[in-house]
């Protein structure tokens, strides 16, 4: 039986790594950098709200789901829904919960809350 020879804690689960699987160990220690909130934004082309808020979540090295309403027509109805009803964009979701457009995102961004939410981890 392989010894185990580093333990990685992401979120509630617990990955054992053994010296035979060092392969997997530098992947998992890679995904584990940047495991971070589950984001989805809702945008369209030419929005510089849009831009803005990209520019925001690029800025701080998180990864994104971007969701364009307008080439994807169908999940603008989906956005609305989940926004509560409103039809403007961007709409953003981190961990599911709605934090609304790109002023409400610089808000927290200025109050230091945002990275607390993103779960980002100082590596600069």
């Not at 603008?76 to 509560?84: K, L, N, Y």
Request: aromatic share 10%; net charge negative.
């Amino acid at each position: 039986m392989p010894l185990v020879s580093k333990f990685l804690f992401f979120s509630k689960i617990i990955f054992i790594i053994t010296e035979d699987s060092s392969h997997w160990l530098k992947l998992l220690e890679r995904v584990g950098d940047n495991l971070l909130a589950n984001i989805e934004i809702y945008t369209s082309p030419f929005c510089g709200f849009c831009y803005r808020a990209k520019l925001l979540l690029n800025d701080k090295g998180v990864d994104y789901i971007e969701v364009d309403i307008i080439s994807q027509p169908k999940r603008h109805s989906e956005m609305i829904r989940r926004a509560g009803g409103l039809q403007t964009v961007p709409q953003i979701f981190i961990d599911n919960q709605h934090i609304g457009g790109c002023d409400e995102l610089y808000e927290l961004e200025a109050k230091d809350k945002l990275d607390s939410i993103l779960d980002v981890k100082e590596t600069r």
